[in-house]
Nanobody, 122 residues
């Protein structure tokens, strides 16, 4: 089992930036990929980005790839999501996930964090 703890969420004005962090502990060696998803009120959970642990390959939701960047720090077992030029529609709870597949499909991820709220004001 992998434990994931997100941090870095908060309130930011439109056009601003935030960096989310996700610290992993436990059986981290079994992970192939870590990802970020988000869920806005009344909407389904949405894929944001994923990164493969072995070679740092990344994949993004098309609508977000120009503004969001996923990265990792192996030594700290931590994944980051840098979010720039934030818009009110980016408001959501952001979740970190870890799993054995490099995928944009949420059901393929085994471990999830508790989520961190990101609110973008207009």
């Amino acid at each position: 089992q992998v434990q994931l703890v997100e941090s870095g969420g908060g309130l930011v004005q439109a056009g601003g930036s935030l960096r989310l962090s996700c610290a992993a502990s436990g059986r981290t060696f079994s992970n192939i990929a870590m990802a970020w998803f988000r869920q806005a009120p009344g909407k389904e959970r949405e894929f944001v980005a994923t990164i493969r642990w072995t070679d740092t390959s990344t994949y993004y939701a098309d609508s977000l790839k120009d503004r969001f960047t996923i990265s990792r720090d192996n030594a700290k077992n931590t994944v980051y999501l840098q979010m720039n030029s934030l818009k009110p529609e980016d408001t959501a709870v952001y979740y970190c996930a870890a799993g054995r597949y490099y995928s944009s499909t949420s059901r393929l991820y085994d471990s999830w964090g508790q989520g961190t709220q990101v609110t973008v004001s207009s």
